[in-house]
């Protein structure tokens, strides 16, 4: 029972595909047919979703429209980061009040796609009352195979790709000041996936991965779950500027958490890169479901709403 | 800024994943990860997406929260359908009001999933007062290529898989009376996606397809402006207890319309694999853009929200 499209949503859907452009690659079809057609690829697949939602996942109070597609974006592309692969094609569900709207939110989408080499191959527009953004992304495994959550064993070293909690706390100084600006509230509206990190982390063999996008807790907890085992963290980084208990349980920063063979020189092979050095954060054992930081029980706490 | 997820939710997210299972193919991660993990296919990957937004897309007067599950995959696979390919995985994310909601959009979902061989691999759910489903799906083209809009040539003969307005017929029923039951309001709120004919069709060698979501005269001009040619109908096939005008512009009977070469045995083709009888409805005409009725000129009217 669709409404009748208006002039306004033709000219945009007309725009859209114009600047999506032809496919790069001979035999690619991209956007303007029922669907996309790609290549077939050479390794294992990831296919992904994540949704966002006006007023539960952003608030255009704080957050412009093309924001909330950068974010959504980063969101997707830092899952298939947390498989080791590598991001390819994305299509887009977005639904809001109004063409003006709908086009600054595929503003952000496709500045994230450029930023992250990953071409927009299609999507679908509403009118709705609440805004709400859908991605759903494409990969390819890395040669190794995928990094699931599932491999960390016991004695295996966890590393962080970075400092935690500063989406969180630029979350904080928006809701005291919604014009506020600066590192923090940037890491919260502009987050980044850690796709050369995820894949680095890949070829030093890491055993499992996740992304940071539900909180440290809670996500090092999906992490031993799924492998059987404990963890005990020696510390927590803390974004400059952040409280430990933002680290913890902020979530949405997108760094990667991941475990490896002890004696990986991990660091170094970070810097042949010019990557930002991981932190090591403790290790995994053999208990299961036992989480202790620095010898405290830790509560897995935090944020989650995906089942993929 | 995700709210904290309540218990239902994390309860339901568990049964999806106990219901959706681990993957039928060694090598293969469903649900579970960051994202699935799928073999790589042999043939072109199809690639698309289709939202569907409360009181613009259905009315939970008329439709269950099932009913607009099923619809909403049925639109994706209809997609690949009309590219002559087979659906092989879904993803799906739905915002809504409780999980009790969101696990019934989720019934109809997976039996549409069933119907057709199709495994829903991930997803993500929300809280959002206006109820919001987006599928992506994934399909394989057919070994002949995929089946473009624009490949349409003059002097093809057109064909739809079957009588048109049924949908638009069920709506005007239950708008009457939202207790209205029968073929009309089934297909309305269970539509069927044509996808062996649309193989069947690639098969044929059709030069161009298209799904009818939107009505026959928008989705005829979208295949003949793809095509750089223009259409003369002889007649509308018109479903029993539909008007003309129905099956017109009424959109969502996902028949599919496909452009064949001249003397191609489609009846009898169709006759072998025990699938209903396609309707010849005209021919593709060397002038671009000219679409006419048994003689007087065809509006292109119709809905339609998609750029993929």
């Given amino acids: 029972m669709p409404e009748p499209a208006r002039n306004g949503e033709f000219a945009l859907i007309a725009a859209l595909r114009r600047r999506l452009g032809a496919a790069s690659l001979p035999g690619e079809v991209h956007s303007g047919d029922d669907t996309a057609v790609l290549l077939p ?17 952003f608030d255009l109070a704080f957050s412009s429209p093309a924001d909330a ?16 692969g ?11 009040r109004g063409t003006r709207l709908l086009e600054e939110v ?7 796609c450029r930023a992250y080499e990953t071409a927009l191959v299609g999507g679908d527009l509403s009118h ?27 004695g295996d070293e966890l590393y962080c790709t970075g400092p935690l909690g500063a989406a969180a706390a630029g979350l904080s100084r928006l809701r005291q000041d919604g014009r506020a600006t ?16 995820g894949s680095l982390a890949a070829r030093l063999g890491a055993s499992a991965m996740i992304d940071i996008s539900d909180g440290l807790a809670q996500d090092l907890s999906h992490l031993t779950a799924a492998s059987g085992v404990g963890a ?13 208990q933002e680290a913890l349980s902020g979530g949405e920063d997108y760094e990667l958490l991941f475990s490896v063979a002890p004696g990986t020189d991990v660091e170094q092979a970070f ?25 405290e029980p830790l509560e897995p706490r935090g944020y989650s709403h995906g089942f993929g």
């Fill in 69 to 84: 597609g950068w974010k959504v974006a980063v969101a997707n592309l830092s899952d298939v980061a947390a498989m080791g």
């Fill in 232 to 244: 005990e963290l020696e510390g927590v980084p803390v974004a400059e500027g952040a409280s430990e």
């Fill in 128 to 154: 709705s009352e609440q805004l709400f953004l859908s991605v759903a992304i494409l990969g390819q495994a890395p040669p190794s195979g995928a990094v699931l959550r599932s491999g960390g064993r016991p």
């Fill in 41 to 57: 690829p050479a390794s294992p697949l990831l296919f992904a979703t994540d949704v966002a939602v006006e007023r539960v996942h």
């Fill in 106 to 112: 595929f503003e952000g989408l496709l500045e994230a």
């Fill in 182 to 197: 600066g590192r923090l509230v940037e890491a919260f509206l502009r987050p980044r996936a850690r796709v050369r990190e």
């Fill in 271 to 295: 810097a042949r890169e010019a990557l930002a050095p991981p932190v090591r954060i403790g290790r995994l054992v053999a208990e299961p479901a036992r989480l202790s930081l620095r010898g």
């Fill in 86 to 96: 590598r991001p390819t094609h994305v299509v887009a569900g977005v639904a809001g």
